[in-house]
C-alpha cells in the first residue's frame, strides 16, 4: 500500500487525538459538579491534587476500592442504553469503601474502546460523574484509551478507582457480637453482579432485549441496565449516628458469601427469608432457570444491596436515620453464634 504524501499520521492507525481532546471539553462541566472539598486539580494535568486537610481530617487512615461494572456491559453496548453503567461504576467501588466506615472522597475512571465515539464516551463518563455526583466524591481524574485492534467495533470496557478516607480508629467492622440487629437496604434490582447468568437465562427465555420486560413496562434491555443503587449517604449518616458495627455490600456471592466477610470467625447470622420482598426480576429468574433459592442467595442480592449489622439498642433509631434518607429499611435478622448464614423460610 502506498504511503500518504504527508506520511502516515496517528489517526491513519486509529488513533484520533482530537477526538480525545473534544471528548475532555465536552465532560468538563460534568466533573466540575462533583468539586467537593479538598480537590485542589483535577481534570487537564499528569495528575490530581487532594488536599485530606481541607476535607476535614486531622489523622487520616485512607481507604482504596476498585472495580468494574462486568458483563452487564455486553447488555449496554448491544443495546444502545450506556448512560447508566457509570453510575454502576462508581457504586461499585463507592459501596465498598463505605463498608470499611471510610467516606469517599474522590474517584479515577478507566475507559478504554477500539474507535473512540465522542458522544458515547461522553455519555458514560457523565454517568461516572452522576455517580459521584450522588456519592459526594470528586472525579478528579481518569484515562480515555483508543486501542485500534484491541476491541471489536462499538465494544468498550470501565473500571474505576476510588480513595475514601476515615479517622483513625474508626474503622468497620468493629464490635459486632452475637445478638447484634440486622438491618438490610433494597436494591434496586440485580444491580452489577451475576450478569453472565443473566445473559444466559435471557437466552434460555427466548427474549431479546428490546422485548418487553415480564416484570416492567420497560423493555427488557432498559430494565436490566437499571443503575446499582448507592449506599453512601445513607450509610455515612448511619454511621455517624452511632452503633454501626459493621456494613455488607451485598454483591458477586450474594448474601451467603458477602455478610460472613464482615462477621467474627466464629460467628454467624439468622436470617428471616419472608421479611422483605424481592424485585419481580428476581422471582423471573428463578422461575426461569429453575434454579434453587440456596443458588439465588449465593448468586444475586435478592433484594437487598446493602446489611447493616448494628447494636440492638441502636436499631429503631439507625432505621429512622436510614428511612429518613430515603432507604427501605427491613430488620432481616440478627448474629448468631454459630458461623455461616442459616436461613429460616422462603424469600422466591
Known sequence: ??????????????????????????????????????????????????????AGYTDPI???????????????????????VGVDLVAMCVNDLVCQGAEPLFFLD?????????DKAARIIEGIALGCEQAGCALIGGETAEMPGMYPAGDFDLA????????????LPSGVVAGDVLLGLASDGVHSNGYS???????????????SCPWSELTLGEDLLTPT?????????????????????ITGGGLTENLPRVLPDNLGASIELGTWAPPDVFSWM?????????????????????????????????????????????????????????YQGTLL
Open 110 to 118: 478507566y475507559f478504554a474502546t477500539g474507535a473512540l465515539e465522542t
Open 229 to 249: 443503587k448507592l449506599y453512601v449517604k445513607p450509610a455515612l449518616a448511619a454511621i455517624r449516628t452511632g452503633g454501626v458495627h459493621a456494613l455488607a455490600h
Open 1 to 54: 500500500m502506498p504511503l500518504p504524501k504527508n506520511g502516515i499520521t496517528y489517526a491513519d492507525a486509529g488513533v484520533d487525538i482530537d477526538a480525545g481532546n473534544a471528548l475532555v471539553d465536552r465532560i468538563k462541566p460534568a466533573a466540575k459538579k462533583t468539586n467537593r472539598s479538598g480537590v485542589m486539580a483535577g481534570l487537564g494535568g499528569f495528575g490530581a491534587l487532594f488536599d485530606l486537610k481541607a
Open 197 to 211: 447468568l443473566v445473559r444466559k437465562l435471557v437466552d434460555v427465555s427466548g427474549l431479546k432485549w428490546a422485548d
Open 286 to 342: 428463578a422461575r426461569t432457570g429453575n434454579i434453587a433459592e440456596a443458588e439465588m442467595l449465593k448468586t444475586f442480592n435478592c433484594g437487598l444491596g446493602m446489611i447493616l449489622v448494628v447494636a440492638p439498642d441502636r436499631a429503631d433509631a439507625l432505621t429512622s436515620v436510614l428511612a429518613n434518607h430515603g432507604e427501605d429499611v427491613t430488620r432481616i435478622g440478627r448474629v448468631s453464634e454459630t458461623a455461616g448464614v442459616a
Open 62 to 84: 485512607l481507604v482504596a476500592a476498585t472495580d468494574g461494572v462486568g458483563t452487564k456491559l455486553r447488555i449496554a453496548i448491544d443495546t444502545g442504553h450506556v448512560d447508566g
Open 160 to 171: 474505576g478507582f476510588s480513595v475514601g478516607a476515615m479517622e483513625r480508629g474508626e474503622d
